[in-house]
């Protein structure tokens, strides 16, 4: 089993819509999750930071934790043109804080 | 925003050359690592760095070679490239400090083997 699981989709939505990322992990010692976002030939850059115990919003920008279900969540409210990128989730990877595993990442396309 | 930067941002070249890829970040992070992604699919790291003449192969198998012989920069070597190397190769950095563990990466280096 990989430690971290992502739908890679790809998902298309409406401008406005309320968009739903996922990921799903093994191991439950993961103490924080990450969510990049990476655009088109771009490098990933770091969207949201969460700690396992909670919830974080961010503007438009919402990252949950469910701990007992090993799931992590990334809302975007209203979705804008913007967002069109691939989101990648990613945690610290196999009892090292200095290495990250990455899901796949789910492609997201917000049409106008 | 994070200052790490990597040349050349895309390469074609023919079976057989030497390339190195340039890595450097001037945010002074002890922790550098190379990762390879394909067009669609997830990261692999194929090389990490710890600190000054430290340096781990990755979890992906990789012909590269990398070199840490300054803080600040880490190169990717490839003594014979083949078609197999193409790819897209992200630099990253990650700061020692307690706490946020956040990796920053550079815009990338797309390379085509022909």
């Known amino acids: 089993q990989k430690e971290v699981e992502q739908d890679p989709g790809p998902l298309s939505v409406p401008e406005g819509a309320i968009v739903s990322l996922n990921c799903t992990y093994s191991?439950?010692?993961?103490?924080?999750f990450m969510w990049y976002r990476q655009y088109s030939r771009k490098g990933p850059e770091l969207l949201m930071y969460?700690?396992?115990?909670g919830n974080k919003e961010d503007g438009r920008f919402t990252a949950q934790v469910d701990k007992s279900s090993k799931y992590i969540s990334l809302f975007i409210r209203d979705s804008q043109p913007s967002d069109s990128a691939t989101y990648l989730c990613?945690?610290?990877?196999?009892?090292?804080?200095?290495?990250?595993?990455f899901g796949k990442g789910t492609l997201l396309t917000v049409n106008p | 925003e994070a200052d790490i930067y990597q040349t050349p941002r895309y390469l074609v070249i023919g079976t057989g050359k030497k390339i190195t890829l340039e890595c450097s970040q001037t945010?002074?992070?002890?922790?550098m690592y190379w990762y390879q992604q394909d067009p669609g699919m997830e990261l692999h790291l194929i090389h990490y760095?710890?600190?000054?003449?430290?340096?781990e192969k990755g979890d992906l198998s990789s012909e590269s070679t990398v070199s840490r012989i300054r803080t600040e920069h880490f190169p990717l070597t490839l003594e014979s490239a083949r078609p197999s190397h193409t790819s897209q190769y992200l630099c990253a950095s990650q700061t020692s400090g307690r706490g946020k563990n956040i990796q920053y990466f550079g815009a990338g280096t797309r390379l085509s083997v022909l």
């Open positions: 760095s710890y600190g000054v003449n430290s340096t």
């Open positions: 969460t700690y396992s115990s």
């Open positions: 990613a945690m610290p990877s196999g009892g090292s804080n200095y290495k990250l595993t």
């Open positions: 945010m002074g992070h002890d922790k």
């Open positions: 191991n439950s010692a993961f103490q924080y």
